[in-house]
T-cell receptor, first 111, second 112 residues
Framework: EDQVTQSPEALRLQEGESSSLNCSYT??????LFWYRQDPGKGPEFLFT???AGEEKEKERLKATLTKKESFLHITAPKPEDSATYLC????????????FGKGITLSVRP | NAGVTQTPKFQVLKTGQSMTLQCAQD?????MYWYRQDPGMGLRLIYY???????DKGEVPNGYNVSRLNKREFSLRLESAAPSQTSVYFC???????????FGSGTRLTVV
């Protein structure tokens, strides 16, 4: 059973059409949940870390939220430059600093 | 402002050949990691080094070895490459838990 499941696998939006990306996790003790952005041919780029249920963080058009079972990455009024693959990862308590990643969500924003 | 540097960026190997992927970070990070990324599989941990002088297996270690040469450098070796090792390899580092990783730009490896 996957510890981290992201949905949907792919999402196509019109510019300005807000939506949310989901990341559900099943670790027993969460030390941190991480969101990364990955552009084609590049390494993942850090976006956010969330540590406890109820926490929220924002950066430009992105807002990440966390509950005890899942995290959402909300994209408000997206632009074509927001097109990328968004990766979610969890760090389990007691697991050193290892991150376990989901398979990612590919977002395409049409002008 | 280098961050995590991986070399080479691209490599083609024949089955059975060996090679070493190099990774260096200049952020004084304690922990370093090697992941592979395959279509539909996400990022999977191969090996990691929680601190200088230690290494541990990750999720998919078979066919690989690693060396934490010093605090800055962490190399990944393929002793006898197989087509199943065709992938994009990423090195990453972090100061410690619970901080996130900084990734390199990747090595695209093809084994024919």
């Amino acid at each position: 059973e996957d510890q981290v499941t992201q949905s949907p696998e792919a999402l196509r939006l019109q510019e300005g059409e807000s939506s949310s990306l989901n990341c559900s996790y099943t670790v027993s003790g969460l030390r941190g949940l991480f969101w990364y952005r990955q552009d084609p041919g590049k390494g993942p780029e850090f976006l956010f870390t969330l540590y406890s249920a109820g926490e929220e963080k924002e950066k430009e058009r992105l807002k990440a939220t966390l509950t005890k079972k899942e995290s959402f990455l909300h994209i408000t009024a997206p632009k074509p430059e927001d097109s990328a693959t968004y990766l979610c990862a969890v760090q389990e308590a007691g697991a050193n600093s290892k991150l376990t990643f989901g398979k990612g969500i590919t977002l395409s924003v049409r002008p | 402002n280098a961050g995590v540097t991986q070399t080479p960026k691209f490599q083609v190997l024949k089955t059975g050949q060996s090679m070493t992927l190099q990774c260096a970070q200049d952020m004084n990070h304690n922990s370093m990691y090697w992941y592979r990324q395959d279509p539909g599989m996400g990022l999977r941990l191969i090996y990691y080094s929680a601190s200088e002088g230690t290494t541990d297996k990750g999720e998919v270690p078979n066919g690989y070895n690693v060396s934490r040469l010093n605090k800055r450098e962490f190399s990944l070796r393929l002793e006898s490459a197989a087509p199943s090792q065709t992938s994009v390899y990423f090195c990453a580092s972090t100061i410690r838990a619970p901080y996130g990783y900084t990734f390199g730009s990747g090595t695209r490896l093809t084994v024919v």
